[in-house]
């Protein structure tokens, strides 16, 4: 069994695979798409990796198994898991207040329960896979108590932990009544990862305050002697394979394709997000609606697309949001739209690589505007597909992407008319304007790929 054990471990809430029903009923397993599992992959083929995480389906349980040369352990999660640790805690509880409570968040102790027991399931998970001394990469917002509880049961271990979502304001994060125990179980790692710096300060801070560690810059210091280190690592896109494929004929023919079957506007204007309400996606499409309304742009020559993926749809205010958006787009199709011509295009669905490439290359306009997000990837997908340096790419300052990509036409979310002016620039923007700013974002973005990320975090993991 030693043999087994492995000396690279990432634990996420998720597997990075998806399940593919057969015809002939049997099922496979296909690597999911995320950059993440990419950029890892090298690393845990080198040094014996294995990744522990959910498999999406909840009351099953599985063995481990092997997908693509890396080990995956499947976690059990209940159905009564998935509705309190997934669905509750994480996603209803975590996850809108470390967006800027844009939702409220929901505080019920049976969620936080439920909390505290899925994450020791995964730490013991860990524990049971990691070789001596092995190194151990924990993953996001659904498993901050693992590294304290992985640290008890394995003392031998290094263990990182990154943050994808925003850490928030200490004000807002001091609601949580689970405040202490959070922090508690992130200072059992070596080393916290943010997205930006000023998470990195939130949480210094609050271990200063709340904990009462002694902190001096990003270093807190244990009564024991440990010591923590809490820094920002900027994660980012596998961006010379989104450049590849945008240079694809299929992709370009498919590019073709998507403008003419929009009516050939001259300018397509492009959101794509999943379905939630921290990307600003109602906001951003009446800003659009009232731009066609008042005729500073015109039904015949701009059409917007917007890809809404669908997501936890099981929680109550992202069933809330769904109504809103497919309300909010029928009105204004059926105000402004003329035969032949909708303003907005709306899809529902979530689409592979290649046609997501194909709308980047399909779009002169793309539109992120979160309310706040941890980085956002789409962003960074855009610059990368961009390899004529022409596109615009508007870009909500809220959203952790920019703090990199300074030359986007950034606007504030919540302000309507500011995002209508910043729009209406991107659309008339000279060529030459345009293009300078797309090539020093491309230079941003290449440089600094998922595989830089992923390198930076490993070696400063290994340096602690
Ligand atoms: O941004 C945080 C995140 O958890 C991503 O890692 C993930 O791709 C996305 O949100 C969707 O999450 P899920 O469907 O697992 O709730």
Redesign the pocket.
């Known amino acids: 069994m030693a043999a087994g054990l492995a000396s690279f471990v990432v634990i996420a809430?998720?597997l990075p695979v998806d399940r593919v029903f057969n015809p002939d009923g049997s099922t496979t397993w296909r690597t999911s798409p995320?950059g993440l599992v990419s950029a890892l992959e090298p690393v845990m083929r080198r040094k014996g990796g294995a990744w522990i995480g959910w498999h999406g389906a909840p009351d099953e349980r599985l063995r481990p198994f092997e997908h693509d040369g890396i080990r995956l352990v499947p976690v059990r999660l209940s159905t009564q898991d998935v509705i309190d640790y997934y669905e509750g805690f994480s996603?209803a509880t975590l996850w809108p207040l470390y967006h800027d409570v844009v939702a409220p968040p929901q505080f019920h102790r049976e969620w936080w329960d439920a909390y505290v027991s899925v994450n020791q399931r995964f730490a013991k998970a860990a524990a049971r896979v990691a070789k001596r001394g092995a190194t151990v990469w924990v993953q996001?917002y659904q498993l901050q108590l693992v590294p304290a509880m992985l640290r008890e049961l394995r003392p031998d271990l290094q263990i990182g932990f990154f943050l994808?979502?925003p850490f928030p304001p200490t004000e807002l994060f001091q609601q949580l009544p689970w405040r202490r125990q959070i922090l508690e179980g992130l200072i059992g790692a070596d080393l916290v990862g943010f997205q930006l710096p000023g998470a990195a300060q939130n949480f210094t801070r609050l271990v200063r305050d709340r904990v009462g560690h002694k902190t001096q810059r990003g270093t807190v210091s244990l009564p024991d002697g440990r010591t923590v280190v809490a820094r920002a690592f900027p994660i980012s896109i596998d961006a010379k394979s989104f450049e590849e494929l945008a240079r694809s004929t299929e992709v370009e023919t498919r590019a073709a394709e998507i403008r003419s079957s929009l009516g050939s506007p001259k300018t397509v204007l492009l959101g794509i997000d999943?379905l939630d309400y921290t990307k600003g996606l109602y906001r951003r499409l009446r800003a659009f609606g009232e731009l066609i309304r008042e005729g500073s742009l015109s039904v015949e020559d701009a059409v917007f697309v917007q890809v809404a993926t669908p997501?936890?749809e099981r929680v109550d205010q992202y069933r809330l949001l769904r109504e809103d958006v497919d309300r909010l787009v029928g009105g204004i199709n059926a105000d402004v739209g003329r035969i032949g011509s909708q303003p907005i295009t709306y899809l529902h669905a979530s689409y592979p690589r290649e046609e997501m490439a194909a709308l980047y290359r399909a779009a002169d306009v793309m539109v992120v505007t979160p309310l706040r997000d941890?980085m956002n990837l789409v962003a960074k997908e855009y610059v990368a597909c961009r390899y004529d340096d022409r596109g615009a790419l508007v870009l909500s300052e809220f959203a952790g992407a920019a703090a990199e990509l300074k030359q986007a036409y950034q606007v504030n979310p919540y302000d309507i008319n500011g995002m209508k002016a910043t729009i209406l620039e991107a659309v008339r923007a000279p060529e030459r304007e345009s293009s300078r700013r797309m090539r020093s974002m491309r230079r941003t973005v290449l440089d600094h790929d998922i595989d830089a990320w992923a390198q930076s975090f490993i070696s400063a993991l290994s340096q602690r």
């Open positions: 809430n998720r995320g996603n996001d994808h979502i999943r997501s936890r941890g």
